[in-house]
């Protein structure tokens, strides 16, 4: 039975210091951890956030997830983060007619059946539909702004604090529609990214003059060297052994000095309280075809560890508050009352994230 610990302070500050503390049979390890909360972002300057939007994403992804679970579907035997076995696992709820379960060793949720790994690959390869809330032409240079840009310049600022120099070259896994990469560019790092989907990359040398690798990473890692920082933004719940994503990264590291950068959902968050009284009307966070894996602290914190990972720091931030004024809007019929309430999300969602509410989390670790 694993065990995980931190101390932290009764305070609410930005840029603390806590140590958490693993615990397994006789295996102990002690880290010593940065941690950050929130980031700013202006959510309603972002295609997404209006009431027809909203309406018309449920359509179609109500529509092909509860396709897509109703048959030739992968019964998991065990968790995908500490192996214990799914029967031990407990019940949590059914969107789309996909079943989330809970580990009951690392506290993980994950959906039980689901499609095979070879069909999320494909259907990330070739759907456009799923890229296209983040390839749009309209917003690109707003998504860089208020989503990239802030990411890249807190990796790399911890990157110079940890190793007293520049950060090199970095390496973005599952880079989308490339914003990620783009935004390192602008900022003056060298910068790849590798992307499976065929759409996504066609975006990013359209839209950006980025071109994106193509390849399965966990298969090509070792044709790729040269890295000093490796992110995951929202990848590794998105696929069926996010051990193997993150073990790969560790290997292309190989004995340099670098960081492992992973964003993943959180389930203990406001939007998954919300979500669990709302489950015909999800288009995002417990998406069961965008998220197989909704991460705990304790699951995350694991995946590094049984990686070979040590951490070094987490920033919680997430979109919450944002995701209640949707959901009220479209339960109450109401399409001024996101105009009306936008004004106060921002320090809502704020006190969410210093709260530990948040329904994102980064963890960072070190080779």
Not at 337 to 357: A, G, M, N, T, Y
């Amino acid at each position: 039975m694993m065990i995980w610990e931190r101390t932290t302070s009764f305070s609410y500050d930005n840029n603390k210091n806590e140590k958490w503390m693993f615990k397994d049979d006789d295996f102990i390890k002690e880290f010593d951890v940065q941690v950050f909360f929130s980031k700013p972002m202006d959510v309603f300057s972002l295609k997404g956030s209006s009431a027809n939007f909203f309406k018309e994403s449920i359509k179609k992804i109500k529509s092909s997830r509860e396709e897509l679970y109703f048959k030739e579907l992968e019964s998991l035997d065990k968790c995908p983060i500490c192996n214990n076995a799914v029967e031990n696992c407990e019940f949590q709820l059914k969107i789309y007619n996909a079943d989330y379960v809970k580990c009951t060793n690392c506290n993980h949720v994950f959906i039980k059946r689901r499609p095979s790994k070879e069909k999320i690959q494909e259907f990330y390869k070739n759907d456009s539909i799923y890229q296209s809330t983040y390839a749009d032409v309209d917003t690109i240079m707003n998504r860089v702004k208020e989503v990239a840009i802030p990411k890249v310049e807190f990796i790399t600022k911890l990157y110079k604090e940890r190793f007293g120099e520049r950060c090199p070259k970095i390496l973005d896994i599952g880079a989308g529609s490339g914003h990620f990469v783009y935004a390192c560019r602008k900022l003056g790092f060298e910068a790849d990214g590798i992307e499976i989907s065929t759409y996504g990359r066609k975006f990013a040398k359209q839209n950006f003059n980025v071109n994106l690798l193509d390849g399965d990473f966990v298969k090509d890692y070792n044709r790729l060297e040269g890295y000093d920082i490796i992110t995951f933004w929202g990848v590794i719940e998105h696929v069926t052994n996010p051990l193997e994503m993150l073990v790969a990264a560790r290997k292309t590291l190989g004995n340099n000095k670098g960081l492992i950068v992973a964003e993943v959902p959180r389930w203990e968050s406001i939007s998954t309280c919300i979500q669990s009284q709302t489950p015909n009307t999800i288009i995002r966070h417990l998406d069961p075809l965008g998220h197989i894996n909704c991460f705990s602290d304790m699951s995350i914190a694991t995946s590094f560890v049984k990686s070979g990972l040590d951490i070094i720091g987490a920033w919680y931030f997430g979109m919450d508050a944002f995701e209640l004024v949707n959901q009220l809007n479209y339960y109450m019929e109401d399409n001024q009352l996101i105009s009306q309430f936008q004004k106060f999300v921002p320090k809502l969602q704020e006190q969410c994230d210093l709260s530990r509410l948040s329904d994102e989390m980064v963890l960072i670790g070190m080779n």
